[in-house]
């Protein structure tokens, strides 16, 4: 398992930055801000440094800017199941993980806009994590809001299919094709294309049919109970002892 702090595509000099008292100097936030829009323009991801940026605006609330802090809970939705997106909500001022006042999944108009987006983006995650991937994709259309919120991060929607296909693959052998349409948001060729030559799965019918690997193979469990012989005759012993 490759370490928490590891991230293959880090540059040089993010990697000092990290690895020294820099990472605690207000001047280098806007060098964790340039990173931050790097990873969604070239689709890489760097938890480390992201939670070393808001880190540095805990401290430095003045240099906090919201669009960076949006920007990096939508990749940290990228890479779910992993705990990431908690991780960074942890980072973020109590006053914007406030109840909205209504409804988690309709904030209220009068909310502050980063409250709102963080609000909404905690919705996104709750249902990735719950696998309703079909509702994710609903609530992801269901509102302009959401279009804005993700549209720096590019090959969101594809980042997200990958993503959950990756999920898939782990816990089932099969699934019915209509039912992964809807949990992957697309039919017809793209569809296609999507499974036979991303995934690597077959279209059988109406069925796609998932390669076995080791997270899907079904694994008989045998468990086998350690009971040393004077254990037993103890019991034995109690069962005809008779009551004082």
């Not at 991230?7 to 990472?23: M, S």
């Not at 280098?28 to 605006?57: I, P, R, W």
């Not at 980072?91 to 209504?102: F, G, Q, Y």
């Not at 549209?151 to 094709?177: H, P, Q, W, Y």
Request: aromatic share 10%; glycine share 4%.
């Amino acid at each position: 398992m490759a370490p928490f702090d590891y991230a293959p595509d880090r540059p040089d000099n993010i990697d000092v930055i990290l690895n020294g008292l820099d990472r605690y100097n207000p001047e280098t936030t806007s060098v964790f801000q340039d990173y931050v829009m790097q990873q969604c323009e070239n689709q890489t991801y760097d938890c480390y440094a992201n939670l070393a940026l808001l880190k540095l605006y805990q401290f430095n609330p003045h240099l906090t800017r919201d669009e960076t802090i949006t920007n990096i809970l939508v990749k940290s939705l990228t890479v779910f199941p992993s705990p990431d997106f908690s991780l960074c909500l942890s980072l973020l001022p109590s006053h914007i993980l406030s109840p909205l006042k209504t409804s988690h999944s309709n904030p209220a108009a009068g909310d502050a806009p980063l409250s709102e987006a963080v609000q909404k983006l905690f919705v996104l995650n709750n249902l990735l994590n719950g696998a309703d991937y079909a509702a994710f994709w609903a609530t992801l259309d269901s509102d302009d809001l959401y279009a804005d919120l993700v549209a720096d991060v590019a090959g969101f929607e594809e980042l997200m299919r990958v993503r959950i296909a990756v999920t898939v693959s782990g816990v089932m052998r099969e699934v019915d094709r209509g039912v992964l349409e809807g949990w992957l948001n697309c039919t017809g060729r793209e569809f296609e294309r999507f499974v036979s030559e991303v995934c690597q799965w077959k279209v059988e019918g109406n069925v796609v049919k998932v390669p076995l690997n080791k997270e899907n193979e079904a694994k008989g469990t045998v468990v086998r109970e350690n009971v040393k012989f004077d254990q037993f005759a103890r019991v034995i012993k109690r069962a005809y002892e008779q009551p004082a």
